[in-house]
Structure formats: C-alpha cells, structure tokens
C-alpha cells in the first residue's frame, strides 16, 4: 500500500475541518468539523501502523484512544450547546459574546429600550 493516498486523503479532510471551524457560525457545524480534523488524525495513525508494520499496532491503539476521546467531547460539547441554546434562544457562535447571566442581558436591553422611547 502506498503511503501518498491516506496521506493526501486525511490531509483534505484536516484541511475541510479546518475550513468549517475558521469559516461556520452554527456551534454544531463547528463541532462537526473538529470531528473531521480528529478522523483526519485517526486516518494518519491507522495508515502509519499498517505502513510501519508495528507488532504492537501502536497506532491502532492510540486511534481507539482518540475515538474515545473524540466521542466524550462530542458529548460534553453538544450538552454545552443545548445549554446556551436554551438561555440564550440562539447556536450562532457571533451571537454568543458574553457568558454572563441572562439578567444582565436583559437589564441592558430593557435600558436601550426606554432610551429609544
């Protein structure tokens, strides 16, 4: 097996991940794409092990490692985004500025609101 083909392939998939975290706005797209960079990862190990010919499978390993790592962040991030999204009604990355309480939020909006009247 030629080394250049999962290469290249984890290499456009790191680079789509990339592409998608500088680029989205929506905190779920931007989850997805860490995920692709984490697959780009994985893929590298794999093909690397099998390339290598290690008798442990060192990287078969540490690609089950990152698996599980990969699905306790996807967990843990979706819980955090379903939390905001329920104070703040709203997954938008730019909308989300401030982790303050909501109060405060609503201090200042009520505050610009009797201004403009």
């Known amino acids: 097996m030629h080394l250049a083909y999962p290469a290249v392939l984890a290499a ?4 789509i991940g990339v592409y998608g975290v500088l680029a989205r706005r929506n905190t779920v797209l931007v989850l997805m794409s860490v995920e692709l960079m984490l697959n780009a990862v994985n893929l590298n190990l794999v093909a690397f092990d099998v390339w290598l010919r290690d008798a442990l499978h060192g990287g078969q390993v540490l690609t089950l490692f ?4 990969a699905a306790a962040e996807i967990g843990l991030g979706l819980a955090i985004v379903l939390l905001v999204f329920r104070t703040r009604r709203t997954a938008d990355l730019d909308r989300i500025t401030a982790l303050g309480d909501r109060a405060e939020d609503d201090d200042s ?3 610009s609101a009797e201004a403009a009247a």
């Open 109 to 111: 909006d009520a505050t």
């Open 66 to 69: 990152t698996v599980t790592l």
């Open 12 to 15: 456009l998939l790191f680079a």
